[in-house]
């Protein structure tokens, strides 16, 4: 069993749609969340962090963690053609190993 | 702002060559990885190192060995390429303890091995 599975997409939403993007995970001793966001032709670059459970919010951006349900989400308010991307969910216990999704590609339309 | 530099963004090598990938981030991290990333796999780990020629192993470093002689430079060493090899060959830097959430990714190196 992998340690992160994560909504394989391809995500197509029209500009201004609320985008959720999903990860769940095997392991409950995991308690750092990232979610990283990784544009084309470069590398990802780190979106969001949450440690425990909850949400954290930044702009239009939320991550939600549900420990109890070993469940991570991101959610993309008023969604825009820049949010176009491969967004990758990552854990870990101790920040020496990261464990990431295989990654969600999303596309917001015009 | 962090920088990690890869040397190669697309590089072509014959199987059974040896080929170097070199990785230079200018922060002064102390942790530094090797992913590749396939797709439909995501990422994974192929060796990381904590410390100036210090070094774990991953989840994949069947084919693979790395050197860190210094702190801002990570090498991946493909012994003896093979087609499976073929990927995208991604290097990341962080900062050790409590700030280490945050890895900060090269371009990449797109490898072909023919």
């Known amino acids: 069993q992998k340690e992160v599975e994560q909504d394989p997409g391809p995500l197509s939403v029209p500009e201004g749609a609320i985008v959720s993007l999903n990860c769940t995970y095997s392991n409950s001793a995991f308690q750092y969340f990232m979610w990283y966001r990784q544009y084309s032709r470069k590398g990802p670059e780190l979106l969001m962090y949450?440690?425990?459970?909850g949400n954290k919010e930044d702009g239009r951006f939320t991550a939600q963690v549900d420990k109890s349900s070993k469940y991570i989400s991101l959610f993309i308010r008023d969604s825009q053609p820049s949010d176009s991307a491969t967004y990758l969910c990552a854990i870990t216990y101790n920040f020496n190993k990261f464990y990431f999704g295989s990654g969600t590609k999303l596309n917001v339309k015009p | 702002d962090v920088k990690v530099t890869q040397s190669s963004r697309y590089l072509v090598k014959r199987t059974g060559e040896k080929v170097f990938l070199e990785c230079v981030q200018d922060?002064?991290?102390?942790?530094m990885f090797w992913y590749r990333q396939d797709p439909g796999l995501g990422l994974r780990l192929i060796y990381f190192?904590?410390?100036?020629?210090?070094?774990e192993k991953g989840d994949i470093p069947e084919g693979y060995s790395v050197s860190r002689e210094k702190k801002e430079r990570f090498s991946l060493i493909l012994e003896s390429a093979s087609t499976n090899q073929t990927s995208m060959y991604l290097c990341?830097?962080?900062?050790?303890?409590?700030?280490?959430?945050?890895?900060?990714f090269g371009s990449g190196t797109q490898l072909s091995v023919l």
């Open positions: 922060m002064d991290h102390e942790n």
């Open positions: 949450t440690y425990s459970s």
């Open positions: 990341a830097s962080s900062p050790s303890g409590a700030r280490g959430e945050k890895l900060f």
């Open positions: 190192s904590y410390d100036v020629k210090m070094k």
